[in-house]
């Protein structure tokens, strides 16, 4: 199990110390791909930052973060690594088909990686968080996204230990190595809460995806609850997926 030790404690010092200097600097901007968002929170998410994507299954979560990494990729040619706890390679290029995002093409080309780590233990966390570092390191990833966080933090007993895993995702992995990282977390329909609570406290934006009934049909809104040195939307806005992805529109 995790301890608070100096180690940890230099990982707090240092990601306080950072937030500070970037809430002191213009901040740089990363396009999210998805059409409709980056208006609503003034050009895109902030570099080198931890977005967490919340919300239940079914709700948009996994289109909207492979889009982040798919377009980054197509259009800014940047790298992406997709990390999944619960889903194989195979399961995932399979429920991509029916969306134009071709994900093999983009493999070949060394602009995406899969890797699925779904065997989670506790004590093997500190090996799973270097098999991510060194896959980022000789990938030359600057878009992660890590599926999910829920499935992660299941291996610890106190929220404390999920801090301290947060801390240095924030500290070694999206800091130090220059990774804008998308964090899905599972909520229950209807949960306001998210994860252990700790999560939303510690990273940098939250999007929220929600699924309601109107009229008898079932439709999808996005909420940026979160998006730090932003001065983002408040508002509600439809969630709309289709075979180019998922996008957001107005409300009304």
Known sequence: MFTVGIAVKNVYARVESRIFRVRMEKIERVPTGIPGLDPLI?????????????????????????????????????????????????????NFVQLQF??????????FRFINLSSVEEEGVTEILSTVMEEVRLNKVSRLVIDSFT?????????????????????????QMGCTTLLIVETP?????????????????????????????????????KMRGTNQSLKYHNIVISKDGIRLTPMV
Do not use: M, W
């Not at 992660?152 to 404390?160: H, M």
């Open 151 to 175: 499935a992660l933090a299941q291996a610890f007993k106190e929220s404390i230990d999920v801090r301290i895993l947060i801390r240095i995702l924030l500290d070694r992995i999206v800091h």
């Open 102 to 111: 071709n994900l093999a093409k983009l493999e070949e080309e060394k602009k």
């Open 42 to 94: 003034e050009g895109g998410f902030p570099k080198d930052s931890l977005i967490i994507i919340a919300g239940p299954a079914g709700s948009g979560k996994t289109i909207f973060s492979c889009q982040f990494l798919y377009q980054g990729a197509v259009k800014y040619g940047e790298a992406g690594l997709y990390v999944s706890f619960t889903e194989s390679r195979d399961s995932f290029f399979r």
């Open 189 to 225: 329909i209807g949960e306001q809460k998210i994860g252990t609570g700790v999560e939303e406290f510690l990273a940098d934006g939250i999007i929220t995806l929600e699924s309601f009934v109107d009229q008898l049909e079932i439709k999808r809104r996005a909420l940026i609850r």
